[in-house]
């Protein structure tokens, strides 16, 4: 193994005087606004609301801009690594920093039933951010702090933000078209060969388990 390996490592050595390394910074606020109006033009109307959430669970992750080519400016200095972690330091959730692809899934959630005319609609959006942006910490604290800056953002009071973070329940319901499990509804496959027998099910509906169930199913709603 340790030959195959570096016979492998040899190989990209020789790669890396083929091309030129090109490192990126994140965007910016105004080019993160571009992806989304561009992506999502029908949550235009939200869009500054939702980059005031990022982009303040982020920090300073999305303030500027800049692009460092690799070998072709010797002039100009090149952030140090440890640098770079130690100012990204306080804006990792556990391990892992919120990023773009956080903010595109939070969007591609909300699109999904978004209605500008519904008064709903901000709570709609605060939930879709809580299972996007705080469901991986472990830490309650936690993830209640960022509730509190998400719903500050949405007129959601600091009470509401603590009751879905520590008292909220999601129903389950089952009817022979559908199930509900909390904010979420899937249609439900009628067949003569498989039978679901409640009675005899050893499911206990927990709060842990219960969100659990509404996680997945708003995430096999997206498919």
């Known amino acids: 193994s340790t030959g195959w390996y570096t016979q492998q490592n040899s190989h990209a050595t020789l790669l890396d005087k083929l091309w030129t390394k090109i490192q990126l910074d ?47 400016h010797g002039n100009k200095k090149v952030p140090d690594e440890s640098e770079t972690k ?23 959630r909300i699109i999904h039933s978004f209605d500008g005319t519904s008064s709903s609609t901000a709570l709609h959006i605060f939930q879709e951010a809580l299972d996007c942006f705080t469901a991986m910490s472990s830490k309650r604290g936690s993830r209640q702090k960022m509730a509190e800056i998400i719903g500050s953002k949405l007129n959601i009071s600091k009470e509401k933000a603590e009751y879905f973070c520590q008292l909220y329940k999601p129903a389950i319901e089952f009817s022979e078209a559908k199930v509900t499990v909390g904010r979420a509804v899937l249609p439900r496959k009628r067949s003569e060969v498989v039978l679901l027998q409640l009675e005899t099910q050893p499911f206990s509906a927990t709060r842990p388990s219960s969100l659990l169930l509404e996680q997945l199913v708003v995430c096999l709603r997206q498919r």
């Open 86 to 108: 130690a100012e990204d330091k306080d804006l990792c959730l556990e391990g892992r920093g919120l990023s773009l692809r956080d903010l595109l899934k939070w969007c591609e």
């Open 26 to 72: 994140n965007m910016n606020r105004a080019e993160l606004k571009e992806v989304l109006v561009n992506r999502y033009s029908s949550l235009e109307i939200v869009i500054d609301r939702l980059l005031d959430i990022y982009c303040q669970l982020t920090g300073k992750k999305h303030q500027g801009s800049r692009i460092n080519l690799a070998g072709n």
